[in-house]
């Protein structure tokens, strides 16, 4: 999901953005949940990202998909789930930042 938010974002010229998303792909992944399986392409990172770099992924993939847009891994399948995986993500910022506001 990584590689084709990293395709994406260079499709809507956000090149820092994507940048920043590529190089996380270059980190040791997590942990594997058991019976979590597949190739490296399932394999989960943490994103160390600000809360404006998560609002703006996620609005880059409301973009994607209201024109429509797609990567050779996105092709037959859409973009399903990555609209809403990055709204977790923007709401897990947001939470972050009130409990460091709060200490």
């Not at 940048?19 to 270059?26: A, S």
């Amino acid at each position: 999901m990584i590689e084709q938010c990293v395709q994406l974002l260079h499709q809507q010229h956000l090149i820092p953005l994507a940048q920043t998303l590529k190089r996380t792909l270059g980190k040791i992944p997590l942990k594997r949940p058991a019976g979590h399986k597949g190739s490296g392409e399932t394999f989960m990172y943490k994103l160390e990202l600000s809360l404006s770099q998560c609002e703006q992924l996620h609005g880059a993939l409301c973009h994607a998909v209201n024109e429509d847009l797609r990567t050779s891994s996105t092709q037959q399948r859409g973009l399903g789930g990555f609209v809403a995986a990055s709204a977790e993500l923007v709401a897990a910022s947001v939470a972050k930042s009130s409990t460091l506001e709060a200490q």
